[in-house]
T-cell receptor
Framework: QQQVKQSPQSLIVQKGGISIINCAYE??????FPWYQQFPGKGPALLIA?????SEKKEGRFTISFNKSAKQFSLHIMDSQPGDSATYFC???????????FGAGTTVTVRA | KAGVTQTPRYLIKTRGQQVTLSCSPI?????VSWYQQTPGQGLQFLFE???????NKGNFPGRFSGRQFSNSRSEMNVSTLELGDSALYLC???????????FGSGTRLTVV
């Protein structure tokens, strides 16, 4: 049972465009929501994370938007570059035991 | 500072054999988690060790086991390998679970 639902499964965006990935969760015990970026042959790398008391967090071209009442959060990649082509995973961590649950992943392809 | 180191990077085993994978966490990190990554199932949580004790366990059969040593290094063992165990096995470490997890590059296990 997927505790974190992620969409879309894949997306293609032109260079300079905006990539948007959405995630939804049900468990109100989650208290930390990271996004990971994974390139082929590598492990996931932490990209940006947010806690539920904040509605938005921006780091460079990457922004997380968080809607606590809707139990949804999303990643926006602004000015997408070919080097951003990777698989992105959202995740949620339980507050009582710190266990991370991952979304199914979104493969982003940025066309030059 | 050195990252999370997983060895070996690649393994080919025969069905029915057993395998041991190793993970050296970032210095000072006491929590080590293991994940199985496959194209069909995504990132699935296996177990987490903190200070040599298993703190969390995922929904995997008993053929999957792990342990953590006093220096925080961790091993996972899979006995009686099945073809379906072919996957990328990822290890992630964190200080105590309250901050972000850092992943290793994984061990690619192929069962033939």
């Amino acid at each position: 049972q997927q505790q974190v639902k992620q969409s879309p499964q894949s997306l293609i965006v032109q260079k300079g465009g905006i990539s948007i990935i959405n995630c939804a969760y049900e468990n109100t015990a989650f208290d930390y929501f990271p996004w990971y970026q994974q390139f082929p042959g590598k492990g996931p790398a932490l990209l940006i994370a947010i806690r539920p008391d904040v509605s938005e967090k921006k780091e460079g071209r990457f922004t997380i938007s968080f809607n606590k009442s809707a139990k949804q959060f999303s990643l926006h990649i602004m000015d997408s570059q070919p080097g951003d082509s990777a698989t992105y995973f959202c995740a949620a961590r339980r507050s009582n035991d710190y266990k991370l649950s991952f979304g199914a992943g979104t493969t982003v392809t940025v066309r030059a | 500072k050195a990252g999370v180191t997983q060895t070996p990077r690649y393994l080919i085993k025969t069905r029915g054999q057993q395998v041991t994978l190793s993970c050296s966490p970032i210095s000072g990190h006491r929590s080590v988690s293991w994940y199985q990554q496959t194209p069909g199932q995504g990132l699935q949580f296996l177990f987490e060790y903190f200070s040599e004790t298993q703190r969390n366990k995922g929904n995997f059969p008993g053929r999957f086991s792990g342990r953590q040593f006093s220096n925080s290094r961790s091993e996972m063992n899979v006995s009686t390998l099945e073809l379906g165990d072919s996957a990328l096995y990822l290890c992630a470490s964190t200080t105590n679970g309250q901050d972000g997890y850092t992943f290793g590059s994984g061990t690619r296990l192929t069962v033939v």
